[in-house]
């Protein structure tokens, strides 16, 4: 089973910047486990959505070619708790990429209130080499059209992003 913590993105400007955003309801099991009674998304599961969010920006900066995973939240900070009927927003932006990785900072917005920010490192790994290959290029295409990422795709010259093919 996959968890999704993104909901769609609203913006992608390959190689620079993503906004994804993901609306908390009532509806979500972990919702009622967490704290017994008082309803507050953990902030695992946001720095989860920022790891989605950003990981997906870095693995695409680098055409899928090496699997992208998380491997160090540098700083994560928050100023208040989200509750359902919130809708958290993840603006994430590529800051450095390297050989054996990516930073990336993202922040994170409720209501028109900066909510959060966290300094996160992706790790490339060759596939197969070092971890399995978490999925096909073709099942990270329909991911990626399930979050309508080909819908606000574009390159940074504006020119939309054409969605790839599978293996």
């Known amino acids: 089973m996959r968890w999704f913590w993104i909901d769609r993105f609203t913006e992608f400007v390959r190689g620079q910047k993503a906004t994804a955003v993901k609306s908390v309801t009532l509806a979500e099991e972990h919702l009622h486990d967490h704290f017994p009674g008082v309803a507050i998304m953990p902030t695992t599961l946001i720095i989860e959505g920022m790891a989605q969010t950003g990981g997906i920006l870095a693995a695409d900066a680098i055409n899928y070619k090496k699997q992208v995973v998380l491997a160090k939240v540098s700083a994560a900070d928050f100023n208040f708790d989200v509750v359902p009927g919130d809708t958290i927003e993840y603006r994430a932006e590529l800051t450095q990429t390297m050989a054996g ?18 300094e996160l490192f992706f790790a490339h790994l060759e596939t197969g080499k070092v971890v399995p290959k978490l999925f ?19 390159n940074p010259d504006g020119t939309p992003v054409e969605r790839g093919t599978g293996d």
């Open 101 to 118: 990785g990516a930073l990336v900072k993202v922040t994170t917005h409720v209501g028109g209130r900066d909510h959060g920010e966290a």
């Open 136 to 154: 096909k290029t073709d099942e990270m295409h329909t991911w990626l059209d399930n979050l309508r990422i080909y819908d606000v795709a574009i």
